[in-house]
């Protein structure tokens, strides 16, 4: 590559070929617009007039590009601004006009593909939310996540496949060869997510427990021990495995994890009448409880934000006891409680 002559190198000149490289860029590299510089020494305006090839005596002066390419095109020795500014970077220009349509429709690829895979009535409201949240822009992995979204979802929004309760780790599996694709960490679920949103005519919830009530009315339960609920001397009073399990736990004043699938085994709850139930979300509050031996107390930990066992646990109680609203907090080893009701 040539070397552009002296009067084209000058250091002085390097904002003002920063402005001209911007504008060429913007203008798709085309030689077109003009851009104002305001040369603030003596130098400055020499180096800008032997480049111009005017003498420069004002504060500011316009430069059009235009001009300026046909001057250095036939001067230059090394080509006009392209060249030019290619050897003055060592990068050549960039088209910005050319960039963004690139990645325009590198987004639109994956949402194209969408409505080829998927023709029901909520997918055009599938992908305008999809569009809108550019969770696929830039992604290397955008179509084959789109593939992937339109088999699940093909199976769960079927009528006779959305009858089939399954996990997600099993339709994961079962689709697509990776049990936890579906995992909510992943991009996939997202994108799912919204279509199952968009097929049910909601909103995309945002809660953890509403994005979970959307999949399980798709079919999508839990892993029935993924999520517990710890319970001190909650008494079950059934009949059941479960519930004598639980029951046991309770009269020995031992804390014990309920899970979905104990759940799905008792079918009620029969605490002794008269029980006061805490519902507390950190499980040292269990311990402080389960330590001191307090009766006529039970309790029930929410570990922060309840899940869906927990919720389940605690509608169950609240047909089956009268509950105050009590707080409690713990301090090292002592516990506080607090009736406010």
Same mark, same amino acid.
């Given at each position: 590559?040539?070397?552009?002559?002296?009067?084209?190198?000058?250091?002085?000149?390097?904002?003002?070929?920063?402005l001209?490289?911007?504008?060429?860029?913007?203008?798709?590299?085309?030689a077109?617009?003009?851009?104002?510089?305001?040369?603030?020494?003596?130098n400055?305006?020499?180096?800008?007039?032997?480049?111009?090839?005017?003498?420069?005596?004002?504060?500011?002066?316009?430069?059009?590009?235009?001009? *300026?390419?046909? +001057?250095?095109?036939e001067?230059?020795?090394?080509?006009?601004? !392209? #060249? $030019? @500014?290619?050897a %003055?970077?060592?990068?050549?220009?960039?088209?910005?006009?050319?960039?963004?349509?690139?990645?325009?429709?590198?987004?639109?690829?994956?949402?194209?593909?969408?409505?080829?895979?998927l023709?029901?009535?909520?997918?055009?409201?599938?992908?305008?939310?999809?569009?809108r949240t550019v969770? *696929?822009?830039? +992604?290397v992995?955008?179509?084959?996540t789109?593939?992937?979204? !339109? #088999? $699940? @979802?093909?199976? %769960?929004?079927?009528?006779?496949?959305?009858?089939?309760?399954?996990?997600?780790?099993?339709?994961?599996?079962?689709?697509?060869?990776?049990?936890?694709?579906?995992?909510?960490?992943?991009?996939?679920?997202?994108?799912?997510?919204?279509?199952?949103?968009?097929?049910?005519?909601?909103?995309?919830?945002?809660?953890?427990?509403?994005?979970?009530?959307?999949?399980?009315?798709?079919? $999508?339960?839990?892993? %029935?021990?993924s999520?517990?609920?710890?319970?001190?001397r909650?008494?079950?009073?059934?009949?059941?495995?479960?519930g004598?399990?639980?029951?046991?736990?309770?009269d020995?004043?031992?804390?014990?994890?309920?899970?979905?699938?104990?759940?799905?085994?008792?079918?009620?709850?029969?605490?002794?009448?008269?029980?006061?139930?805490?519902?507390?979300?950190n499980?040292?509050?269990?311990?402080?409880?389960?330590?001191?031996?307090?009766?006529?107390?039970?309790?029930?930990?929410?570990?922060g934000?309840?899940?869906?066992?927990?919720?389940?646990?605690?509608v169950?109680?609240?047909?089956?006891?009268?509950?105050?609203?009590?707080?409690?907090?713990?301090?090292?080893?002592?516990?506080?409680?607090?009736?406010?009701?």
């Open positions: 590559m040539s070397v552009p002559p002296e009067w084209i190198e000058d250091p002085v000149l390097k904002p003002v070929w920063d001209v490289r911007a504008q060429f860029e913007k203008a798709g590299l085309n077109r617009g003009k851009v104002l510089v305001r040369p603030a020494t003596r400055e305006r020499h180096a800008i007039g032997a480049l111009l090839g005017r003498p420069i005596t004002s504060d500011t002066v316009r430069i059009d590009l235009t001009t *300026l390419d046909t +001057r250095i095109n001067r230059s020795g090394v080509g006009g601004l !392209a #060249a $030019v @500014l290619e %003055l970077y060592g990068t050549p220009p960039e088209s910005r006009p050319a960039i963004r349509a690139a990645r325009d429709a590198s987004r639109e690829r994956p949402l194209q593909l969408a409505a080829e895979l023709t029901a009535t909520w997918t055009s409201q599938w992908i305008a939310g999809l569009r969770l *696929l822009t830039n +992604r992995d955008s179509e084959r789109i593939r992937e979204a !339109a #088999a $699940v @979802l093909r199976e %769960l929004t079927d009528a006779e496949a959305a009858s089939l309760a399954h996990s997600g780790v099993e339709l994961s599996a079962k689709l697509l060869g990776d049990a936890h694709a579906l995992d909510r960490d992943r991009l996939l679920h997202q994108v799912v997510l919204r279509g199952l949103a968009a097929a049910a005519g909601i909103p995309v919830p945002e809660g953890a427990r509403e994005r979970e009530h959307l999949w399980a009315n798709h079919g $999508v339960e839990p892993v %029935l021990l999520r517990t609920c710890l319970v001190w909650l008494g079950i009073g059934t009949g059941e495995p479960a004598r399990r639980l029951s046991d736990a309770a020995a004043g031992d804390p014990v994890h309920v899970t979905e699938w104990d759940l799905r085994r008792i079918s009620s709850f029969a605490s002794a009448a008269g029980t006061r139930v805490l519902v507390c979300k499980p040292r509050v269990i311990e402080g409880l389960a330590e001191r031996g307090l009766d006529g107390w039970a309790a029930v930990c929410t570990f934000e309840p899940n869906l066992v927990v919720d389940k646990v605690l169950c109680l609240a047909g089956q006891v009268r509950t105050s609203i009590t707080t409690a907090t713990s301090t090292g080893r002592c516990l506080r409680l607090f009736s406010t009701g």
